[in-house]
């Protein structure tokens, strides 16, 4: 008997498959770029907020370049659909970036949407926003294994002292 692992294999896919054609998927991801410049955090679809998460820090790379930079202008004209967005970009964002080599963005995941699909959802957002931080869920909670496991062992050392009479 031969045991096989259901893996994702690609076959050529280099990224994810949004809308009709690439030229849609394309639109997609300009207007998720454009609506992070502008919100500085936005919700959406966890596969499409990951997909747009490099595009929008290579986008955040190449403002820190400066805009008499030729090629970063035309990255920003191209990926920035509201033009008056590009100012921001190049007067806000990257001088907030300057000292910081990468990882412009957070990708936080939030509950499934309702409705019929229940897609998994999440917030994408720039660090260093002026809006308030959202509250990370905790990963350790008192109903892990562990966590139950080192309660039990405090208790019994805690019996353990009390009856020879020690403090712990």
Do not use: C
């Not at 500085?40 to 930079?69: C, F, N």
């Not at 509950?111 to 959202?134: F, Q, S, T, Y």
Request: hydrophobic share 40%; proline share 7%; net charge positive.
């Amino acid at each position: 008997m031969r045991l096989s692992v259901a893996a994702a294999i690609s076959h050529g896919r280099v990224y994810r498959r949004f809308g009709l054609s690439p030229r849609s998927r394309l639109d997609l991801l300009r207007n998720l770029v454009t609506a992070l410049v502008r919100h500085e955090r936005i919700e959406t679809p966890w596969a499409r907020a990951d997909e747009m998460r490099g595009y929008a820090e290579r986008l955040i790379d190449y403002a820190k370049r400066g805009d008499k930079d030729e090629r970063a202008m035309r990255m920003a004209d191209f990926w920035l659909t509201e033009k008056d967005l590009i100012h921001k970009l190049f007067k806000v964002l990257a001088p907030r970036f300057q000292p910081h080599p990468g990882s412009y963005t957070r990708l936080l995941q939030i509950p499934n949407r309702d409705g019929l699909d229940r897609a998994k959802m999440a917030v994408i957002e720039l660090k260093g926003n002026p809006l308030p931080p959202l509250v990370r869920p905790r990963r350790d909670s008192d109903k892990t294994l562990l966590n139950q496991l080192l309660k039990g062992y405090r208790q019994d050392a805690q019996r353990a002292a009390a009856a020879r009479g020690t403090p712990v």
